[in-house]
């Protein structure tokens, strides 16, 4: 009588080979941008008054300063429309700007006693962009539109 005895069936696939890429080159540390370590830029415009300038970057430092944490909400209430205000607590409670600086500041004017600008915010992981449109109110300038992109999640841009 022929015994069975039960045996590992033959391998059928070939073994795996691992390929690992080559190493790469070891590359040179990232030079700075140039004026980056003057701070701010405002880019001046053809047509934009000094005040509309000044302004537009006075705002942008005030907002920058209120989302990063650095300067109190309530001081830039009077200069707020009402939905510019809530969309600012919502992104300050949220955090979204933590750590982030002013780096540009770009105005212009569509028509006199308004100004729209572009700000650019960055940190040292990451870098976004506000637009806001100022206008000339009886004594002084205010807030109309913001938006942002740094909502809290991430993922939107906030807009006011």
């Known amino acids: 009588m022929t015994h069975l005895v039960a045996a590992p069936a ?5 073994t795996l080979q691992v390929w690992e890429p080559a190493p790469l080159p070891p590359t040179p540390a990232q030079q700075p941008l140039p004026g ?18 000044r302004a537009a970057h006075a705002v942008a430092r005030a907002l920058a300063e209120a989302l ?4 109190p909400l309530a001081q830039l ?17 949220g955090g979204a700007a933590g750590g982030m600086r002013l780096i540009r500041v770009r105005p212009q004017s569509p028509r006199d006693g308004v100004v729209e600008a572009s700000a650019r ?13 100022l206008e000339r109110r009886a004594r002084r300038w ?6 942002a992109g740094l909502a809290p999640d991430g993922r939107w841009p906030a807009r006011s």
């Open 10 to 14: 033959p391998r059928t696939r070939p």
């Open 36 to 53: 980056a370590e003057l701070g701010a830029v405002s880019v001046p415009q053809a047509g934009l008054s000094e005040e509309a300038e």
């Open 68 to 71: 990063a944490g650095q300067r």
């Open 77 to 93: 209430r009077p200069f707020l429309a009402p939905r510019v205000w809530m969309l600012l607590e919502h992104l300050v409670r």
């Open 121 to 133: 915010l960055a940190s040292a992981e990451r870098s976004c962009a506000l637009a806001f449109r």
């Open 142 to 147: 205010a807030v109309t539109v913001l938006e």
